[in-house]
């Protein structure tokens, strides 16, 4: 079995890549953003403050994520592979990664790959900001990149109520990219000392970094 693990600032293309390898290589996505969103949607005091933190731009404290991603691993069946968007996002999580892979027999002789999708900061900016979705069917589109079809109306399903996230606003975005700068980029480090890590040049067509990721899997 395969782990992939893919690694970038935010707004590099992660999540869509991920998207897209788990519909053709039939691979569990595990996105921790996903998990954690759905966690901040109830009332407990812990939800609140998740969501603060979230809407803040600051990272979500290790303890969480892990417990939330050992919770999500427990409990699926992926024979052939997973795909992790969004975690490991520290070195702490990136050791508790391979302690858990190496503990549990069901990951027992797994191989690993980590992809690093590189991004400009400007870049960056511009793909977040312009990032919105439809309130009914949840598809994603872009105000430059993947514009609607249709002025005002969904693709897939004809709504014509779209909603932006309230975190995807530049100044959270830069506050997420110095976080992922002190917090993140070192794990490329780690994964590159045991000659596990390779890196694309997310600035490209989506789909010639998508036939770059296959070809290193």
Same mark, same amino acid.
């Given at each position: 079995m395969k782990v992939l693990i893919l690694l970038g600032p935010p707004g590099c293309g992660?999540?869509? +890549?991920?998207?897209?390898?788990?519909k053709e290589l039939d691979y569990v996505k595990l996105s921790t953003g996903d998990m954690l969103r759905d $966690?901040? $949607? *109830?009332?407990?005091d812990q939800a609140k403050e998740l969501k603060d933190i979230m809407l803040s731009g600051n990272l979500v404290p290790d303890s @969480?994520?892990? !417990?939330?991603?050992?919770?999500?691993l427990s409990g699926i069946d992926c024979d052939k592979g997973i795909i992790l968007d969004g975690f490991p996002r520290t070195?702490? +999580?990136?050791?508790? @990664?391979?302690?858990l892979l190496e503990s549990?027999?069901?990951?027992k002789d797994t191989e690993?790959?980590?992809?690093?999708?590189?991004?400009?900061?400007?870049?960056?900016?511009? =793909?977040?900001? *312009?990032?919105?979705a439809c309130s009914n069917c949840k598809a994603g589109y872009h105000d430059i990149f993947k514009p609607t079809k249709i002025s005002g109306k969904c693709d897939h399903c004809s709504g014509t109520k779209f909603l932006r996230r309230k975190d995807d606003?530049? !100044?959270?975005?830069?506050? =997420?990219?110095?976080s992922y700068k002190q917090d993140t980029?070192?794990?490329?480090?780690?994964?590159?000392? =045991?000659? @596990? @890590?390779?890196?694309?040049?997310g600035e490209k067509e989506m789909m010639i970094v998508y036939d770059e990721i296959k070809k290193l899997i």
């Open positions: 992660k999540g869509t +890549q991920a998207e897209m390898l788990e $966690m901040a $949607m *109830g009332d407990s @969480l994520i892990i !417990k939330s991603l050992e919770n999500k070195i702490n +999580q990136a050791e508790h @990664l391979s302690l549990n027999k069901s990951f690993v790959r980590a992809i690093s999708i590189t991004s400009s900061e400007e870049e960056v900016l511009k =793909r977040i900001t *312009g990032r919105f606003n530049a !100044k959270t975005v830069k506050i =997420r990219l110095n980029f070192p794990i490329l480090s780690y994964y590159k000392e =045991r000659n @596990l @890590l390779s890196s694309i040049d």
